[in-house]
């Protein structure tokens, strides 16, 4: 087989990637390593950024979003009793879009499905083979035995736990990771929303995160330690422990039932340099991971298939490949910067199990100066709806 790009990974990253490409008359085929209802069972992120809801719209995938999707002009920092109110209309002009991603990938798959591009579930085995060369191709093993795609280029969309970043040798990678010291046990569950900004909470008890997906679908976190599992927390252990960690008067308000998914994920920050080695890029989770604090990880997957849908439309119409050569340095530029922001969210909501008397001050001090300063507030409304690509 042959096709101009192969897209390792049906996440989010290669959808899109593949969907973009589609309309510029680029061929591409996406590797999935799993079936498509498994990938759009996995909940995760809700908050978009506007570089990404513009993505969707220009890859002809916006309707349902702009349809559903909630636009959240603001967000809610609380702490103590305090609520601190970030105001994103006001300091940036922009809000960010509530749409989830089991949602926003099922219209990337429809829409696949619709203009008959080949996406190959069920893979195993993926090896790239000569990316440092200009005759790059990919092998794989399905029921009907071993595949190979030959291409130009190879876009590594396959997350964290994927082959692309393995291929990239140890002489030329370098990896840069923190791990934290507790994880987010999440619950999603039908019932209103207890208000309608997303509140992050710092409490004595540790972090809490109240977002949502619609009218009648909330989606909850509290930190907890790393060797927690899943199987501890019964729903009524989970919502006593969100309510103590929620201002007074939110958790009066809290309306709670049972809870239709409860998962716990480890927090993380993870770069890999350079994102590019020869025909091969790394897009996403394959790249880079932030803490969740943020709402940035699906995010900078847009911004990093934004330059690279640039770079190859450049390349393929223009026979331009400065976008190309320059993607590694483009990308990481913005990641490092979503990645300082997630870091720095981290950092002033959770409790760390080593902190002392001086550190809880730091937060705390940190806390008043954005709840009193214009222009703190400012600065967090800019990092949170998105820095420019
Ligand atoms: P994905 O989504 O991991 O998709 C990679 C795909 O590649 C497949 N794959 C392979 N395919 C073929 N061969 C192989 N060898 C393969 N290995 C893997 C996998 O099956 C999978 O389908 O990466 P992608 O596309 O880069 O997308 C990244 C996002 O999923 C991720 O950054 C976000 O979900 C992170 N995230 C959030 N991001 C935000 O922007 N806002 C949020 O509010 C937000 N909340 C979250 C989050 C992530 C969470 N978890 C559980 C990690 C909340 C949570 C709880
Ligand atoms: C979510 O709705 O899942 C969500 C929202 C904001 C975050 C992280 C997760 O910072």
Partial sequence: MRTQVAIIGGGPSGLLLGQLLHLKGIDAIVLERKTRDYVLGRIRAGILEVGFVNLMREAGVGKRMDAEGLIHDGTVIAYDNTQINIDFTKHTGTPV??????????????????????TVFNVEGVEIHGADTDAPYVTYHTKDGEQRIDCDYIAGCDGFHGVSRQTIPDSVRRDYEKIYPFGWLGVMSQTPPVHDELIYSSSERGFALCSM?????????????????????????????????LPESTAEQLITGDTIEKSIAPLRSFVTEPIRWGRLFLCGDAAHIVPPTGAKGLNTAASDIHYLYNGLVAAYHDNEDEGLAEYSGRALSRIW??????????????????????????QQAELEFLGSNDAAQKVLAENYVGLPY
């Fill in 213 to 245: 997906r619609h009218a009648n679908l909330s989606r909850y976190y509290v930190q907890v330690p790393l060797e927690d599992k899943v199987e501890q927390w019964s729903d009524a252990a989970f919502w006593d422990e969100l309510k103590r960690r």
């Fill in 337 to 362: 910067k979503a990645e300082r922001f997630s870091w720095s969210m981290t950092n002033m909501l959770h409790r760390f199990p080593d902190q002392n008397g001086f550190d809880l001050r730091m």
């Fill in 97 to 118: 879009m509530v749409y989830g991603q089991t949602e926003l990938t099922r219209d990337l798959y429809d829409a696949r499905e619709t203009v008959g591009a080949k």
